[in-house]
């Protein structure tokens, strides 16, 4: 089944220090993979695809065929960053294609 | 930057009542979604629609869910007969293309919501 998994439901860090928030995912070919931030009950705003490979707000994601991982990072958190972070895939086939996600990472950056 | 737009931005309303949520997609989008998150949990996709019908929907979207683009340019989400359990966030969202692999019409852009409380 073709599904994304986060395996951390809370994640606090100091200001400052290194941030990785896990992404593992299940797909059959070549996935496509998205992370989603959503701040304080605002809407979901993308944050970065896989394919772009930029960099957005400092944060990057590699995405590990061999591990199936896409796990998110930012050498220096900021509080700015404490947001509830989703993982997501998509899935079925066809042109409408939807998003499926992961069950998303509340990270809380400390002072 | 445009956005998609949801009304209202929270509704309170008696079991068994009917509920219509209303989104504005992105206006050059063709593709549209309805996603839903309960308190505490994940985003859970309901219905995808494109060139005026159902793509694809889940096994949430059943009998009491329809949804419906009447012109050009609202998206409704109807639950008939709601009850308890339906109380959740609804996000619409929209994309501009069909899924092509790699493609920049790829992302799907998300409304803030309309938080549904059913009493």
């Known amino acids: 089944a073709q599904r994304v998994t986060q395996p951390e439901k809370l994640l606090s860090v100091f200001k400052g220090a290194p941030v990785e928030l896990k992404c593992n995912y299940s797909?059959?070919?070549?996935?496509?993979l998205f992370w989603y931030v959503q701040y304080s009950r605002q809407r979901l705003q993308l944050l970065l695809r896989?394919?772009s490979r930029e960099s957005i707000k400092g944060f990057t994601a590699d995405l590990n065929k061999g591990e199936t991982s896409f796990h998110l990072k930012k050498p220096f958190a900021q509080e700015e960053d404490s947001a509830m972070y989703y993982c997501?895939?998509?899935?079925?086939?066809?042109?409408?294609?939807?998003?499926?996600f992961g069950s998303g990472t509340q990270l809380t950056v400390l002072p | 930057e445009p956005e998609v737009t949801q009304t209202p931005s929270h509704q309170v309303t008696q079991m068994g009542q009917e509920v219509i949520l209303r989104c504005v997609p992105i206006?050059?989008?063709?593709?549209f979604y309805w996603y839903r998150q309960i308190l505490g949990q994940k985003v859970e996709f309901l219905v995808s629609?494109?060139?005026?019908?159902?793509?694809?929907k889940s096994e949430i979207f059943d009998d009491q869910f329809s949804v419906e683009r009447p012109d050009g340019s609202n998206f409704t989400l109807k639950i008939r007969s709601t009850k308890l359990e339906d109380s959740a966030m609804y996000f619409c969202?929209?994309?501009?293309?069909?899924?092509?692999?790699?493609?920049?019409?790829?992302?799907?852009?998300f409304g803030e919501g309309s938080w549904l409380t059913v009493v």
């Open positions: 969202a929209s994309r501009r293309t069909g899924w092509r692999s790699g493609g920049s019409g790829n992302t799907i852009y």
């Open positions: 997501a895939l998509p899935i079925s086939s066809g042109s409408a294609r939807q998003l499926t």
């Open positions: 896989h394919i």
């Open positions: 797909y059959s070919g070549s996935p496509e």
């Open positions: 629609f494109y060139n005026n019908e159902i793509s694809e």
């Open positions: 206006s050059n989008h063709l593709y």
